[in-house]
């Protein structure tokens, strides 16, 4: 299983930035997608998942109406646009699915002015 995280970067309050999550080694048509992401000193905490079909997306709070997750099947990539960024949005974000509880390398994102 491998995931690929890619986009991460330094962005300015309010802006956007696009995630993306390259997929290989399972039957990625057949798994729900999720993000994650870390700040130091903290555990990982969900952002957003995505059905296997890309029918339904799920959001944690913080992110919801800001964040949407996609998803590519016939890619096997997933995404995630993030917009009106926040300096609370400041993080490490990985790409994660249940097969096998795995993990991207993640990508670092940063907020700041």
């Known amino acids: 299983v491998q995931l690929v995280e890619s986009g991460g970067g330094l962005v300015q309050p309010g802006g956007s930035l696009n995630l993306s999550c390259a997929a290989s080694?399972?039957?990625?048509?057949?798994?729900?997608m999720s993000w994650y992401r870390q700040v130091p000193a903290n555990g990982r905490a969900w952002v957003a998942t995505?059905?296997?079909?890309?029918?339904?997306?799920y959001y944690a709070d913080s992110v919801k109406g800001r964040f949407v997750i996609s998803r590519d099947n016939a890619k096997n990539m997933v995404y995630l646009q993030m917009s009106r960024l926040e300096f609370e949005d400041t993080a490490v974000y990985y790409c994660?699915?249940?097969?096998?509880?795995?993990w991207g390398q993640g990508t670092q994102v940063t907020v700041s002015s």
């Open positions: 994660y699915t249940l097969f096998r509880n795995s």
């Open positions: 080694g399972f039957p990625f048509n057949d798994y729900d």
């Open positions: 995505i059905h296997n079909s890309g029918a339904y997306t």
